[in-house]
């Protein structure tokens, strides 16, 4: 009996950790493109996925729109901001000299800025989304919500869907192009500020996507873009730029917190997560998979 | 020729003795602020100015060295509570805690800059904003820093007594600010003369090509550990002032947020300029809001805009609009001088070229 109820709350545990996981899987896979493509480093990427759950949390709640066309709705919204974004400041920005430093720096004057705005514009106050999927699954005694499997599937797909985009299709191959060598790619054809646009439109629309998912399983609020923190600890780990890097430090994380925060306490197990992270960015300088980042000229 | 000397030199004596009477004014309008301003409200502003400046002449400093930090803020609170617990709870007067916070920082940058000063680029930018989180977290966390209600109470520094002359006790703002502008000089002098002598060529050189200086015999981490370390102190030392000066400190001051308002002020007076910029930026963006009356809530989003639209359209800053500032020069067309000043900045070869005079 004993056993039966450790395989269950061990299987509750896998799957709470795949779920978190595999969303910043994708958080940080769409930070990682913009980053590896365009050289910006994004901090304002935890706003998007604030704005992508708070614009599902209006569809669904105060226009009673079905979750799935929300959820289109708030991964489109997303990117076509990113876009935006990108055509207003960030494009005039890696026109000049310093574009490093004043990338980063714009980048955090938008973090300031969306966040304030949502703290004045939607309250302090958290705001739940009723969970869509309620049911539990139930096999040999070991018990599953079904909102977490959807999640699980969800997120699944759309990381296949990236990685079609990616590896199939011509925007793709340009991407991965002048992510490897700008000029040479210019030279061959491929106009780079566009495909810095469609990569900042698809990291955004990631973003707006994973906090499409989350909105019904955690409450939504505006401090839900302090995320990028656990972006960048992913990045660190996984190495920048790098998508499988990304792909196995995001599992890794997911999985840690969860049964770290069942067995130990979520403040410790924190502090225990980032030492474990700076003992090997100590002795790999790139993180897991990746290469040490180059210097930049300031 | 001799005639062109002594023109030469008479123009060196004038231009010298004009810097100095325009410092001079500086100083008297600095030393005069307090008592002319308004309320002493003013004179609180002016306070946080000189901390602010000294916080982005530190961002300023390793900006040099080629490093994008997000940690100076951090720095700042590890000061502050070096300071305030050494004197809360160990009972050590201000004026010992003060020096000791300063190379407590110091010691701590040196720690964690070992471990972060490996590789330049995103990844340093990234780890200074995650090890900022995490000094948050942990002021919050642990019972011994007061957990998120931070310590309060802290005491005043000691009156100061000097001979023939009334103790100076510090109960008004206007003390506070002569201490907060020694300190600033303090701080101005030490990093002045750490750009004039050779480490501040070698910072140079590195800001303008790591590769370059590299391979020239610059030790890179070597270089930017002395700058992390020097530039941590030096907002440390601003800490422990500020701790004591305010009374109380909460882990909140002292996150990652504080950072992008230090990047405002170094970047609106102009990165070219290592203490002006800073001065004049931070001055700019303290009075300014409190004369416009812009409230607390709406404030970052103004920052938030302001920072935005000065890095697309003002990337030099104020003071980079009137001065004749020259950029440095490229690196690829300049090679043979930039090599040129990094060969004079080792410390090995000046010797060799000493001996062969």
Do not use: T
């Given at each position: 009996m004993i056993s039966v109820i450790m395989a269950s709350i061990l299987a509750q545990l896998v799957v709470d950790g795949l779920a978190m996981g595999l969303v910043y899987v994708l958080l940080a896979s769409g930070f990682n493109l913009i980053i590896g493509i365009s050289?910006?480093?994004?901090?304002?990427?935890g706003q998007f996925y604030m704005l992508g759950a708070y614009i599902l949390w209006g569809l669904m709640?105060?226009?009673?729109?079905?979750f799935f066309i929300s959820l289109c709705v708030a991964t489109a919204v997303s990117g076509i901001l990113g876009g935006i974004t990108y055509r207003l400041i960030f494009q005039r920005i890696l026109s000049m000299k310093r574009q490093f430093l004043n990338g980063i720096v714009a980048a955090l004057g938008l973090l300031l800025l969306i966040g304030q705005a949502a703290l004045l514009g939607f309250g302090t106050s958290s705001r739940g989304v009723g969970s869509v999927f309620t049911g539990i699954l139930e096999a040999g005694g070991i018990r599953i919500s079904v909102e977490r499997l959807v999640l699980i599937i969800l997120a699944l797909a759309v990381l296949l869907g990236l990685h079609l985009l990616l590896q199939r299709t011509n925007i793709g191959r340009g991407m991965r192009a002048v992510s490897f060598a700008p000029d040479i790619a210019a030279l061959q054809g491929v106009n780079p500020g566009r495909t810095f646009l469609v990569a900042m439109i698809v990291g955004c629309a990631l973003a707006g996507f994973a906090g499409g998912i989350m909105a019904p399983v955690f409450a939504v609020s505006p401090?839900?873009?302090?995320i990028v923190l656990l972006i960048l600890l992913v990045v660190m780990l996984g190495g920048v730029g790098s998508m499988p890097g990304a792909i196995i430090a995001g599992l890794i994380l997911g999985l840690t917190l969860s049964f770290g925060q069942y067995f130990i306490g979520t403040g410790l197990v924190q502090i225990l997560f980032f030492a474990v992270i700076g003992f090997i960015v100590f002795f790999r300088p790139g993180g897991l998979l990746g290469q040490p980042t180059e210097e930049l000229p300031i | 020729m001799g005639n062109l000397q002594k023109n030469y030199l008479s123009k060196w004596v004038n231009w010298r003795s004009g810097k100095v009477v325009r410092l001079g004014i500086l100083a008297v309008i600095l030393i005069l602020l307090p008592v002319v301003v308004p309320s002493p409200y003013y004179v609180h502003l002016l306070i946080m100015v000189g901390i602010n400046a000294v916080l982005a002449m530190t961002f300023i400093l390793l900006l040099r060295t080629g490093l994008i930090t997000i940690a100076v803020a951090a720095f700042w609170g590890i000061g502050a509570y070096a300071s305030a617990l050494l004197v809360v709870?160990?009972?050590?007067p201000f004026w010992l805690a003060l020096p000791a916070s300063t190379i407590i920082t110091g010691i701590v940058a040196f720690l964690v800059g070992y471990v972060l000063v490996r590789r330049g680029g995103i990844g340093f930018v990234i780890q200074t904003l995650v090890f900022a989180f995490i000094i948050s977290l942990v002021f919050g966390t642990f019972?011994?820093?007061?957990?998120?209600?931070g310590i309060y109470n802290i005491p005043r520094p000691e009156p100061i007594c000097l001979p023939f002359l009334a103790p100076i006790e510090f109960t008004s703002k206007t003390p506070y600010y002569y201490l907060m502008l020694f300190l600033v000089l303090v701080v101005v002098l030490a990093f002045s003369a750490f750009y004039a002598a050779w480490t501040g060529r070698a910072w140079r050189a590195i800001g303008l090509s790591p590769r370059l200086a590299e391979s020239l015999g610059v030790n890179l981490f070597r270089y930017r550990i002395l700058a992390f370390v020097i530039a941590s102190a030096a907002a440390g030392l601003m800490g422990s002032f500020f701790a004591h000066y305010y009374g109380s400190i909460v882990p909140g001051t002292f996150g990652p947020f504080k950072t992008i308002y230090v990047h405002v002020y170094a970047i609106l007076g102009g990165?070219?300029?290592?203490?002006f910029g800073p001065v004049i930026g931070s001055f700019i963006m303290t009075i300014v809001p409190e004369i416009l009356r812009i409230t607390r809530e709406v404030e970052p989003i103004v920052t938030g805009l302001v920072i935005i639209l000065l890095v697309m359209?003002?990337?030099?800053?104020l003071l980079g609009l009137s001065?004749?500032?020259?950029?440095?020069?490229?690196p690829v067309k300049n090679m043979a001088r930039i090599a040129r000043w990094i060969r004079a900045s080792l410390p090995a070869n000046r010797v060799d070229s000493e001996k062969m005079k």
């Open positions: 050289g910006i480093l994004f901090l304002a990427y709640v105060l226009f009673k729109v079905p401090g839900m873009g302090a | 709870r160990l009972d050590l019972d011994v820093f007061g957990g998120y209600s990165i070219g300029f290592a203490f359209f003002l990337p030099d800053g001065s004749s500032w020259r950029r440095p020069p490229a």
